[in-house]
């Protein structure tokens, strides 16, 4: 009669289990030590003088700058927010990898500038100053850009992308092609010279915090708003609607919920649409943050790539975290490495991006699909 | 072996005609396109391999090929230019440039292995921006402006002057490059790395290590186009982080997904055509400057409707002639969907 009996461990498997845990352990330390480090190096080490000074010093030794520089972080976060969570959304319901997420982002951008220039005119030869610019003159171009650009999106779902749903690897191909020829074009219509649309001057100004005296960019914090209100819609939506329901079931599950007689099709073109309309609008708060030219369009689209990648693709929540994080990294390690060597920051995004996918291959929040 | 087919006799056509090339063509030709035609397809031979080998489209074969071709310029230059200028002899450029271009490699390699599909897509654009990013600001090893006045080995003296030199180190290049591939696709790591792109649960319970062969194969890849890189600053004398932008990084892709993605030949083809197309479109007046707009139609135009690139059209038309049909399981990596996990 047999007997059941736990089944001898070899000496082979023991050994494997064994470096298994060694291996585990010097992956902990290495993050520990990646992670501690650099806190430390902020919070207390950084100095002002002699070899390693860096421009602020410690966070202990001048707490305004290391305030201001969170601030920064998460400002920043907030528009990175902005873009990627449409690419985000995009993917989680479709699984499409937006690849022209870049240039529609460009392309928002370039239409609220054009259409700032004409309804108030060309400017001086540094383009238009806040001071010539009211609100209307902002908003007005912001949901011009914003539209156009989600027309544009679901145009490209519908005519490009509706019939090979399911062909992950053509659908992102297909999205490369039309990203070139998109880049290609704006370069000829707007040109290769850096340009910025500018913010009504109600708000181009400096707020005072009335903590450690900072006196902080209001423009930056209304960017962060505009962020916190987009994620609250979007969550609102996703949670608290019969459509944002029906995405979540297709995430889960399209056919399924095909199956259900819902119609998915509409859905993907609401999703299309809404994730194309944030990378405009993303354009266009980035072209009045900072500027629009040629070849941006890869920047943002990194931001994405690395936004989602930290976070896990398809998840809000990953988005939101994921922006913090690559924001806070790229601006801390600018203000913070030594001052002869912050040309380097560039490297710590790929060091967070390098440690996240070595620790959690499918990001923070990421589930298999 | 001996078997005559339509694939050997037009391959060996092509070499034969690459081969007499400079006796025939004008030296433009040959110094500016066709030479320009090899490396790019060594790049895009390693991109082709790792798709069709082993499941992984790879974005960072340009990055690879450009952490080899600045390594190759910060060690080979003698002042007057950005960069470290090493001085050193061109060809321990080489192997440094190779070297730690293929250092890299499997360090990518091994961070992006546990992804498959677009996800693996993804990371490995993400690698090419950031690459393209570090070159233009790290100013010591090149910064936006690049380094200038890279030399290619005494051997192969003045580029501009010996056009005919380099074109045949480069044809040599490409023709080992395109047999060692070949080899290695039949090797006993060649066959479970195809294994792996099938099934890689399959293949891990059959106590294969999925990742490794993953990484491995990237490591490998970055090898190959590590030699296009040098190739290319030799032919070039001059990189910029331009040189490996986001432009150059779909330039390669475009080249690899025209030429086909599942045979190695196309790499060569795409290359010929990609050239081709790039340096004559520039006299069709309504073309002119809009290079890329065109390219981009061309691609968008062959993913569309021939997923296997020229050379599947080419496959297609000897179907066609033949009457016969091509089994289900050579279609291209872009149609196959992801692999479903039987758990």
Redo the contacts between chains.
């Keep these: 009669m047999a007997v059941d009996r736990p089944p001898a461990i070899s000496n082979r498997a023991r050994s494997l289990a064994l470096r298994r845990r060694v291996l585990l352990v010097i992956g902990w330390t290495l993050l520990a030590i990646l992670v501690i480090v650099p806190l430390l190096w902020v919070l207390f080490l950084a100095p002002t003088t002699g070899k390693w000074a860096t421009a602020f010093g410690s966070a202990v030794h001048d707490p305004k700058d290391f305030l201001i520089t969170v601030l920064n972080g998460v400002t920043a976060a907030a528009l990175y927010f902005v873009v990627a969570s449409g690419f985000t959304l995009i993917f989680g319901l479709m699984?499409v990898?937006n690849?022209a997420h870049g240039a529609l982002f460009l392309f928002g951008g370039y239409v609220a500038l054009k259409l700032q220039r004409g309804m108030v005119g060309e400017g001086g030869s540094f383009g238009l100053t806040s001071a010539q610019v009211n609100l209307t003159h902002w908003i007005i171009p912001a949901i011009v850009g914003t539209v156009v650009v989600a027309a544009m999106g679901l145009a490209m779902q519908q005519v490009?992308l509706r019939w090979n749903q399911?062909?992950?690897?053509?659908q992102?191909?297909?999205t490369?092609?039309?990203?070139?020829?998109l880049?290609?074009?704006m370069l000829?219509h707007f040109g290769g010279v850096a340009e910025d649309i500018a913010w009504p001057r109600n708000i181009d100004t400096f707020v005072n915090l009335r903590v450690q005296g900072i006196l902080y960019t209001e423009t930056r914090l209304v960017i962060l708003g505009i962020a916190l209100a987009i994620g609250i819609l979007l969550w609102l939506w996703l949670k608290r609607t019969r459509t944002g329901m029906v995405i979540r079931a297709g995430v889960d599950d399209r056919a399924m919920v095909s199956a259900l007689g819902i119609n998915i099709q509409l859905t993907f073109a609401i999703a299309f649409a809404v994730g194309s309309a944030l990378a405009g609008l993303g354009g266009v708060i980035g072209g009045s943050f900072a500027s629009l030219a040629p070849?941006l369009?890869?920047?943002w689209?990194?931001y994405s790539?690395?936004v989602?990648?930290i976070g896990g693709?398809g998840s809000l929540g990953g988005a939101a975290i994921g922006s913090l994080l690559l924001g806070l990294t790229s601006n801390f390690s600018a203000a913070y490495l030594p001052s002869t060597y912050t040309?380097?920051?560039?490297?710590f995004?790929?060091m967070l991006?390098?440690i996240i996918?070595?620790v959690r291959?499918?990001g923070l929040f990421g589930r298999p699909? | 072996m001996t078997r005559i087919t339509p694939d050997r006799v037009v391959g060996i056509g092509a070499l034969v005609l690459a081969v007499i090339a400079p006796f025939i063509v004008s030296s433009y030709w040959v110094g500016a396109l066709l030479t320009q035609m090899l490396f790019l397809g060594i790049v895009a031979a390693s991109l082709i391999f790792l798709s069709a080998y082993g499941g992984m489209i790879s974005l960072a074969q340009v990055a690879v090929y450009g952490i080899a071709g600045f390594v190759v310029g910060n060690a080979t230059t003698n002042g007057n230019t950005k960069g470290l200028n090493l001085g050193w002899n061109p060809w321990w450029g080489v192997i440094a440039g190779i070297a730690i271009a293929v250092g890299v490699g499997l360090l990518f390699g091994a961070l992006a292995s546990r992804s498959v599909g677009i996800y693996f897509l993804m990371i490995t654009l993400t690698y090419s921006v950031i690459a393209n990013l570090t070159f233009g600001q790290v100013t010591d090893v090149s910064g936006f402006g690049g380094i200038s006045g890279i030399p290619a080995p005494g051997a192969i003296g003045r580029v501009e002057a010996h056009q005919n030199r380099l074109y045949y180190v480069a044809l040599v290049a490409a023709f080992l490059v395109y047999l060692l591939l070949r080899y290695v696709a039949r090797t006993p790591f060649g066959l479970t790395l195809q294994g792996v792109r099938d099934d890689p649960i399959r293949m891990a319970s059959l106590g294969y290590n999925v990742n490794l062969h993953r990484t491995i194969a990237f490591g490998f890849a970055s090898f190959v186009a590590s030699i296009g890189g040098v190739l290319f600053v030799w032919w070039n004398g001059h990189i910029d982080p331009a040189s490996i932008d986001l432009g150059a990084t779909i330039d390669v892709l475009v080249i690899a997904v025209i030429g086909g993605l599942y045979r190695l030949e196309g790499a060569w083809v795409g290359a010929l055509f990609f050239v081709i197309v790039n340096n004559y479109s520039q006299q069709i007046s309504f073309i002119g400057p809009r290079f890329h707009t065109l390219i981009g139609a061309i691609f968008l135009l062959i993913v569309l409707v021939s997923p296997g690139g020229l050379v599947g059209l080419w496959e297609r038309a000897l179907e066609l002639a033949s009457g016969t049909h091509k089994e289900p399981s050579d279609r291209t990596p872009i149609e196959v969907g992801p692999v479903e996990s039987h758990v």
């Design positions: 699984r990898v690849m490009f399911g062909q992950e690897l053509r992102a191909l297909i490369i092609a039309i990203s070139i020829i880049a290609d074009q000829a070849g369009d890869a920047n689209l990194l790539l690395v989602v990648i693709m040309y380097y920051s560039i490297i995004t790929f991006v390098a996918l070595a291959p499918l699909a």
